[in-house]
DNA sequence: GGCTAACCGAGACGGTACGTCCAGTCTTCGT
DNA sequence: ACGAAGACTGGACGTACCGTCTCGGTTAGCC
């Protein structure tokens, strides 16, 4: 592996970064990931941060889009029982991964950072929506928005039961025969 | 009003700090608010806002709590056309005011501050839906959680269409009859 | 011993970040000198030096002056044997003393700093000339230039001899009489 | 002229770098003088610097003896006439050309550099003296040791009058008889 | 006439210190 | 007793250079 040459950068201390950044953020919150901490952790030079990266939510934006996406790559289609599912698999990732706390910090921080808030919803929400395969895209908030809404503001609990109430609501079983 | 007084805390002093936070988070941004810029604008020493607050965000909910919270006041009850008004109300509230603004910094905050996030809840979301006059803390979720989705994390724009949909979806009209 | 107060500077701070810089010199040299080298040692916020001085020069300089001095505050007359008395002073201070490595230090920087140059002139070398007694001031630098030029330039080593010949050269017998 | 051979160093590489080097030297000040900035100006890599030079003072250095010695070169004898002559030609190196400059800069750093100190010594003063023809160093100091005192320290005008009198004193006239 | 060694430029790397900013604490004075 | 003022320690910020390194390109001189 190389390190510093005209060839550009190193890929061993960009992976590293991306791994100290997601264990801090984990470990310590948002609040208390420093570039500094970061860049100890990871065994690299500051200005090597500083060199490819902005912010340390530029830092984080990276570490999510890179290995928490295919995570949550929705399956099936839009028919009720894969919509279950992914649904579930949707709460599992925001309420209990790892991708999930990043995804948590980085929307925090998106509340006062157009340019983040851009970057997170052309490059991760509107592809799981088109992942997702539905058309009216006011369907897809009715579903999702519920989740979000407990994993991001109550913090209330998600549970099966919520999910299927919710899918048999949007989906009214007189609707389907 | 006095100042400099063995008579309890100055109201004074209270109030222009509650204005100075909530005024420079609207100009500047929650990264941008600081204890000292605060201090500084509102005229008040640091002393003063560490002796009654113990952070930025502190202030913020003090704020967002005494001039916030009856702005929102559902009204009527959850008839369906009480509601879509309600959910009007909460849409422009989450989007265009600067409570709400302060609202989403907070929420922000709270993603990585546990102790934030039960007092906005005990304080703040509990009462909306209580006041609302729910009994079914699921159905709730499914209307306003499509509602805070789009405000807090896609940014897509509310429109009254969309909240019709929502509450025609929720309480289908052949239930109405 | 009052730290932080509104009645100004601490005297512990100032005196021991003083201590502390013309300590760090004399054992590591004026190039590994550094601020936070001397906040470290003094145990003292960085901040704290950088309030109240505005590069290391101006520590050493301030040190410099403080308790230096008066070390050298030459004595007696013009008259020869006070001279060469005084000039052996001044040889001792110069190229023997913990002082002089700072007096040196300060001269080096004050090549390429002429605010340094023109305070070390009129806080320090115009009183020594003061003090010495010299209504010429060609003929002070005559007796003094030798004695700097073997300090600071050559390094040669400045004997009694080398300074009875210079009082000798200056002032000749014949003209005593 | 080459560039990437194998038979040795690059000359046209080894002069853009002295050039470089003493351009930057007067233009901003010894402090502000770093590798980088003498490799960008001179259009040469970092590296291409440290192969053949161990610091910028020996960069200096090396600009110093080769451009500058020359000019120095003491002519006459110790007579007084040519001795007047020639600290005149010194008064007007050390305080009134670039390679003064240079040289005002590499005695600064000699104060905390003996290698540099020593080198300086060897290559520059000792010849000095050698080319002027003293045999007594106790009387060549008596008389370049004002000239560098007012040059270096104490930065006060070398006049022809101060010159004629420290000449005079040194040899006076009753002794040429 | 292709090979190859020596030197070149470019520029990324791990580090250290810079000078600034703000956090949160403390002490004193004035009201 | 409280508020204003402001100095203090502490620590992260983002920047500038340090000195080291690896690479690809150029150019002799040799086979």
Redesign the pocket.
Same mark, same amino acid.
């Not at 990931?33 to 901490?37: A, D, K, P, S």
């Not at 990871?42 to 090597?48: E, L, R």
């Given at each position: 592996m190389? *390190?510093?040459? *005209?060839?550009?950068?190193?890929e @061993?201390? *960009?992976l590293?970064v991306l791994e100290a950044a997601d264990d801090l953020l984990v470990e310590k919150g948002f609040a208390q990931?420093?570039? @500094?901490?970061i860049a100890q952790r990871?065994?690299?030079?500051?200005?090597?941060i500083? *060199?490819?990266w902005s912010?340390?939510t530029e830092i984080l934006l990276d570490a999510f889009l890179s290995d928490a996406a295919e995570d949550l790559n929705p399956r099936g289609n839009a028919a009720p029982d894969d919509v279950a599912t992914n649904l579930r698999r949707l709460a599992w990732f925001l309420t209990r991964s790892d991708a999930g706390a990043v995804f948590r910090a980085l929307m925090a921080e998106a509340q006062h950072d157009p340019a983040l808030a851009a970057r997170l919803r052309t490059e991760y929400l509107d592809k799981q929506k088109e992942r997702a395969g539905f058309t009216d895209g006011a369907l897809f908030d009715r579903l999702v928005g519920p989740i979000y809404y407990r994993a991001l503001v109550t913090g209330e609990e998600i549970t099966d039961r919520f999910i299927d109430d919710l899918v048999t609501a949007t989906f009214p079983p007189a609707s389907r025969a």
């Open positions: 190389h *390190r510093g040459n *005209r060839h550009g950068r190193s @061993e201390a *960009r590293s990931l420093t570039i @500094e901490g990871a065994g690299v030079a500051k200005q090597t500083y *060199r490819w912010s340390k």
